[in-house]
């Protein structure tokens, strides 16, 4: 061929089996890193869950007094490839502020996702972890408390026979704002 | 040059380690053949970034292995993908060596001073396979649990360490959750471990010493990049293509078939697997030991494999002359045509073996329907996903009715699993068992004393058939229809779902069936019918069909509800103890068209 070993030549080829190289090498590398980044990346796709009404406990289990009672959220999981009937998967204060009026709060610490518990003597909730204090009604007590937010609130209905439901959500610890967790 | 790089530089030498990289003279300039060490490597690390990731979505135990595998392959998005492109890869890497060590053996490449960059090649090729060996076990499926269950047979057979090495992988003598966390550790952590330091040498070695056949005739020399590396780099994406095509080529002309890699009903250790094979890169091996009797198994398993590898370490030194390296070839070359011909002659035998095909086709029907029960709203049990098929009557049914039914009753004329029986039928056709167009066929004068009904049993002569003969075969057109009503109502005993909606429509037709039954049928001259009456001695019909009245009666045939004295030859399945009570179910379930199926909500046919 003419003009083969033109320096300007060689370098116009050379630059082209360079490119190529690339392209074929990352398209090469492309498919496996891909698929596995995929896979990686799949929960990031699944989104926050929605709270599912439970059923928790009856009226009658519940002191009149206003004095909160701790119970286990007992439901039907799925957890990846299994799916379990009847098992825990959290826990609420439920708190009677009237006749048939019920409060519920996630027993979880806003801080840093340690279980609160309750202080019949303080009449606060406190969790043992960072010592935080929560009022009756789950809004912050200590001033300097470590934790951005109070307990969180869970919508509750009172059905027939006095059966107490409770909309269960976990919210993601150590942000001011509940924003339920993924 | 850039002050960063140069920092690092200066601290590393990492610029020389790259100029010697890519910029290192290739004696004889760039070739093509070049590019299958390097196509390996890149085979090898496409098994490293799928494996460590496979190995991410992983749960080893008897409980989890099948049950993680499968939601990688069918929940999780590109998980597919990731198992093909690891199940392929690995399918491919033993035809990549073959062709690397065929190239090396022609060139004579193993002659000095490559001897020992040759044996580190081959050691490196023993631990991809078995890499292989290990990873066909870990899903955990029928297939690869039967299929190592054989190699690990073989490997029992060797002298002395055999025995230890074979009972310390396993865990114990039996199969389980220490198996899986044995193979795991093994195909994930060790091999890859020892791969990296021989492919490491071997590599280091092959930089060390360039390629060979070009010392005599070196005319030119160019740098390794980019020439060299543009035709590794073609090379490695045309893997990446065949590999794509592979995951994708059964779902190219059925958009309906799985895609990536195979995974098969879960391992059931009491469920022997007839389709069980090893990989096809090990089928020779597995013909090849067919030659041999079973005293003599260890010089097909051992011996003679050991003889081949020796005689390919000893190469550098039996080929140093011109006629040893031809001679070499020629070894080679008897070794792939036997290589080949086994296998072929493998592949054709199963291909001929009506035994074989039909183990393949139960098999295909077990894992589709195991995917099916795991996708169900009830999902996967914590037990696992082998408790979802031995509690499947649409599974378990067809195989107890080939075991206990099938020597006298037929389903479809057959063994319930679609086979013909050998012995002749002795008792009725139970498919469409209490249906209306079964209990017509018993009512039709021309059917009853057929081998369908009656006919083959002792009853062929009884009541009922004279019955029928005599009295239902002179019936006018009035009788007849009120035959019908009866039918329909014998039916709706039996509650069966095929016919759910007409028993529901035909709400009064039955209840008028039901009166006429008694009244003028007839019937209830022999029959008791949702009444109580001792004196009748044929079977009491009342709730005839039913699950309850079906798992009576297979417990006990010969009770006085049922044939009592004038029970034939079926056994008392349950009185006797020959079946459990979860199998009877089972059976009764399967014959009434009670399985789960995809899209159905309602859980109670489960359970």
């Known amino acids: 061929m003419q003009g083969q070993n033109n320096p300007e030549d060689i370098r116009r080829r050379q630059f082209l089996a360079k490119s190529i190289t690339a392209v074929c090498a990352c398209g090469a590398a492309a498919v496996p890193l891909g698929a596995a980044f995929r896979v990686l990346t799949d929960p990031l796709g699944k989104g926050a869950s929605s709270g599912a009404k439970i059923r928790i406990t009856n009226l009658a289990a519940l002191p009149p007094d206003g004095i909160p ?3 286990p959220v007992i439901t039907s999981k799925t957890d990846a490839w299994n799916k379990f009937a009847n098992v825990p998967v959290g826990a609420v204060y439920l708190r009677r502020t009237k006749e048939d009026i019920v409060e519920a709060l996630n027993v979880v610490c806003p801080h840093a996702g340690c279980f609160v518990d309750y202080s019949s003597e303080e009449k ?59 | 040059m850039n002050p960063l790089f140069s920092w690092i530089d200066s601290r590393t030498g990492i610029g020389a380690v790259g100029k010697k990289l890519f910029y290192q003279n290739i004696p004889g300039g760039p070739r093509w053949r070049y590019a299958w060490g390097s196509v390996v490597a890149f085979a090898i690390a496409i098994q490293f970034i799928t494996g460590l990731t496979l190995w991410m979505s992983y749960s080893p135990s008897v409980q989890t ?89 073989i490997l029992g057979i060797v002298p002395v360490l055999g025995k230890p090495l074979q009972t310390v992988l396993i865990g114990g003598s ?53 020439d060299q590396l543009f035709r590794n780099a073609v090379v490695c994406l045309a893997l990446v293509g065949t590999l794509l095509y592979l995951i994708f080529r059964h779902h190219l002309s059925d958009p309906q ?35 041999f009797p079973s005293s003599m198994e260890i010089v097909g398993a051992i011996v003679i494999p050991g003889l ?41 035998h199963d291909a001929h073996d009506p035994d074989y095909q039909f183990a393949v086709k139960a098999a295909t029907q077990e894992s589709e329907r195991v995917k099916e029960l795991a996708a169900s709203p009830a999902g996967i049990p914590p037990g696992g996903a082998l408790n979802l098929l031995r509690n499947d009557p649409l599974t378990q049914g067809p195989k107890l009715f080939s075991k206990n039914c099938a020597s006298c009753h037929r389903f479809q004329g057959g063994d319930g699993m679609g086979r013909k029986v050998k012995d002749e039928v002795s008792a009725s056709e139970l498919s469409g068992f209490a249906s209306r167009e079964w209990i017509a066929g018993l009512l039709d004068t021309n059917l009853v004393a057929s081998p369908r009904y009656f006919g083959a049993t002792k009853f062929a002569t009884g009541k009922m058939v004279k019955f029928v003969k005599t009295h239902v075969g002179a019936y006018n057109a009035e009788q007849k229809e009120q035959l019908q009503k009866v039918i329909a109502a014998l039916s709706a005993e039996a509650g069966l779902k095929s016919q759910a909606n007409l028993d529901k429509d035909q709400a009064p037709i039955i209840e008028e069936g039901r009166t006429l039954f008694s009244e003028a049928i007839n019937c209830s001259k022999c029959h008791a019918f949702r009444v109580k009456d001792p004196d009748l001695d044929a079977p009491d019909l009342t709730g005839y069909g039913s699950r309850d009245w079906m798992i009576r009666f297979i417990k006990n045939p010969a009770h006085e509800s049922f044939y009592g004295e004038h029970n034939g030859r079926m056994p008392q399945f349950g009185e006797k103890q020959i079946l459990s009570d979860e199998s009877i179910g089972l059976v009764v379930d399967w014959l009434r068209g009670e399985w789960y199926q995809p899209g159905q909500t309602n859980m109670a046919a489960l359970h």
Not at chain 2, 177 to 196: R, S
Not at chain 2, 320 to 348: D, E, H, P
Request: aromatic share 12%.
């Open chain 2, 174 to 226: 039996d199969y389980g959750q220490l198996t899986l966390t044995h193979f795991l550790a093994v195909h994930a952590g060790l091999l890859p471990a020892i791969l990296v330091v021989l492919v490491g040498i071997h590599v280091y070695l092959s930089r060390r010493n360039g390629p060979a056949g070009t010392e005599s005739k070196i005319t030119r020399s160019s740098p390794y990049w980019p």
């Open chain 2, 65 to 153: 292995a099948w049950e993680s595998v499968n939601h990688l392959q069918n929940d999780v998005a590109g998980g597919w993908l990731l198992r093909g492109l690891h199940h392929y890869c690995a399918q491919i890497l033993p035809i990549l060596l073959a062709l690397h060590l065929m190239q090396i053996v022609i060139d004579a490449a193993y002659r000095a001073p490559r001897e020992v960059n040759f044996w580190f090649g081959l050691l490196s090729m023993q631990v991809v396979l078995l890499m292989a060996l290990t990873g066909y076990q870990l899903p955990w499926d029928q297939k690869g649990f039967w299929a190592t269950k054989v190699a690990m047979n």
């Open chain 2, 308 to 348: 081949v590898m020796g005689i390919f370490f000893l190469m550098p030194f039996t080929g140093k002359s011109k006629t040893g390296a031809k001679m070499n070839i020629g070894f080679l070359g008897c070794l792939f045509v036997g290589i080949g011909l086994l296998t072929y002659s493998a592949l054709s």
């Open chain 2, 257 to 291: 078939a799985a895609l990536g890699a195979e995974l098969t009903a879960p391992a059931d250790p009491s469920e022997p697997y007839a389709a069980a094979r090893p990989e096809w890169y090990f089928l020779f091996l597995y013909q090849f030991l067919k030659l």
């Open chain 1, 124 to 182: 606060q909730f406190l969790c043992p972890c960072h010592k935080s204090s929560f009022k009756l009604d789950g809004s912050v007590a200590n001033a300097g408390s470590p934790s951005p937010r109070g307990l969180d609130s869970l919508m509750v209905e009172v059905r027939e026979g006095g059966n107490v439901w409770v909309e269960f959500l976990n919210f993601q610890a150590g942000r001011s704002d509940k924003v339920p967790a993924s």
């Open chain 1, 69 to 71: 009672r701790k119970f």
